[in-house]
């Protein structure tokens, strides 16, 4: 399978280090607040690309860190009036909390900063020793862009080019403006650790090093965030790497693309800023995968709420196929005597598997792999209407089976949304008995509803027909005319 390598700028094919194995790493966030859509999005990419290589039979050791520790938290601390540690705790909880929700599969090693600083402070060490850090009075210690002759290689920047376009922080004690802190000393009242730089904490470039290095061993197979990090962070962090321990951080480079709003940049004064519990606090998980999986995880994403809607109604189009898949095999006589339609579902499902293996094989094309599952849903609701009266069971199971497969490879859990929908029994009895059609199940009641209300429309008896069906909705349900028949639901919204 081929996969894009931001270092190279190319499609490569994916050769894992260990044959079978893949080690791969995404930068966490830093916990100080709601993480935003944008953050959403980089996390739900990353936990595809994994799911997929499961998919593949890779076996798949997932590393994802929490920086915290970290001048936004130590603000934020301070504006609240807490320690900085509480700040953290609470809003790690809230991260993972939301990742649950997002359906996003937990790392197999999840460090935070806090508890690594034995491993940063041996790195620290091991560069100085190398003469590629130095401490300076005030205990800072920085990491020298000038020993490192590849700095720059990872984002392709040069450094005299820098200098020339970009402003740095100005600082008196750093021997090159580029050079950046990998311990930063303590101011007072701010969290610290011992050093023999002196009391401080960690650079956040340093943290993810380190704690790849010792969670994962380096070089590791996929190193992943989203494409803001390229520079400096990613580029920093390769540079440790290559120093310290004379290797590459990471073999293949992943990055994601940015999330806009309606095409414009998210952002705070926009006033067009969302969290990504805000998003799901609003639309089901399955809808806001479905809205962003559209769109291949390297080029920009345009979020709206339009399109979100947009992709409700496909989730839609997606659960009532396969409940319909079901509910027809189900009331199907079984057969075994394969119609020529019976073949042509057969043939839809094994095109549609092997689109979207190919599409997926293709650096991750979510896009290719959804066009694949709903091509399967149109052939299978093209055969549910041409195939009334006739339905081949074990055909129109393996259909169902298929689409929630090749879903759940893209994290789109089917059973997940579906079991809120649920007929409530107590509600369809209730509306049997209303109707005067009460049967001794929930089932038998629904069945002998819905056929006093075909016999009534059958009879061009319309004001039965109307009434069954308005005190039917009276109890938020509605009929569901598919090319099988009738069928109960509940209302949506
Ligand atoms: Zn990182």
């Known amino acids: 399978m081929l996969v894009y390598n931001s270092q190279s700028h190319r499609k490569q094919e ?34 595809v690309i994994r799911r997929y290589l499961m998919f593949k039979g890779y076996e798949v050791t997932f590393a994802q860190n929490l920086t915290d520790v970290d001048d936004k938290i130590i603000n934020r601390a301070n ?15 809230k991260f993972i909390e939301q990742m649950h929700r997002f359906g996003i599969l937990d790392p197999d090693i999840r460090p935070r900063a806090t508890r690594e600083i034995e491993a940063m402070q041996e790195m620290i060490s091991l560069l100085i020793e190398q003469g590629n850090a130095y401490a300076v009075p005030s205990g800072d210690v920085y990491f020298s862009v000038r020993s490192d002759h590849a700095y720059g290689v990872l984002s392709g920047r040069d450094l005299d080019q820098l200098r020339a376009g970009e402003r740095v922080e100005v600082n008196d004690q750093k021997r090159d403006p580029f050079d950046f802190a990998l311990w930063k000393a303590a101011k007072p009242g701010e969290p610290s650790w011992p050093s023999p730089w002196g009391d401080g904490r960690p650079g956040w470039h340093t943290e993810c090093c380190a704690m790849i290095h010792r969670y994962l061993g380096t070089p590791i197979d996929i190193h992943g965030g989203g494409a803001d990090l390229v520079f400096p962070h990613h580029e920093n962090e390769t540079a440790q790497a290559m120093c310290a321990w004379h290797e590459p951080l990471a073999n293949v480079w992943m990055h994601t693309g940015m999330l806009q709003i309606n095409e414009e940049k998210m952002s705070k004064s926009l006033g067009n800023f969302y ?33 979100l809607d947009g992709a409700m109604s496909s989730l839609d189009r997606l659960q009532s196929c396969v409940k319909n898949l079901r509910w027809a095999a189900e009331a199907a006589p079984q057969d075994g005597c394969l119609t020529e339609a019976d073949r042509a579902l057969g043939m839809a499902i094994d095109s549609a598997e092997k689109e979207f293996e190919s599409s997926m094989d293709d650096d991750f094309n979510t896009a290719g792999g959804l066009a694949a599952i709903f091509g399967l849903v149109t052939e ?15 055909v129109t199971l393996r259909a169902a089976d298929a689409l929630v497969e090749l879903c759940n490879v893209l994290g789109i859990d089917l059973a997940k949304d579906s079991a809120g929908e649920e007929l409530p029994g107590e509600l369809v009895t209730l509306a049997a008995e209303r109707a005067g059609y009460a049967g001794s199940s929930p089932d038998e009641a629904a069945e002998a509803l819905l056929a006093a209300r075909q016999e009534a429309r059958a009879a061009k008896d319309w004001g039965t027909a109307d009434a069954i069906r308005d005190g039917i909705a009276a109890l938020g349900l509605v009929v569901e005319d598919t090319a099988a028949g009738a069928r109960l639901r509940r209302k949506k919204g």
């Open 79 to 93: 504006e609240q009036g807490r320690t900085a540690a509480e700040v953290a705790e609470e809003f790690s909880d």
């Open 275 to 307: 969290t990504l519990k805000e998003v799901l606090d609003r639309y089901p998980a399955n809808a806001v995968r479905i809205l962003m999986l559209q769109t291949h995880y390297r080029a920009p994403l345009d979020f709206s709420f339009d399109r």
């Open 14 to 47: 994916l050769e894992p280090i260990e044959p079978g194995k893949i080690r791969m790493y995404v930068c966490g966030p830093t916990v100080y607040d709601q993480i935003h859509i944008g953050n959403g999005r980089t996390f739900l990419s990353f936990d």
């Open 380 to 394: 299978s609701n093209k055969y549910l209407s041409e195939a009334a009266g006739s339905i081949e069971t074990a």
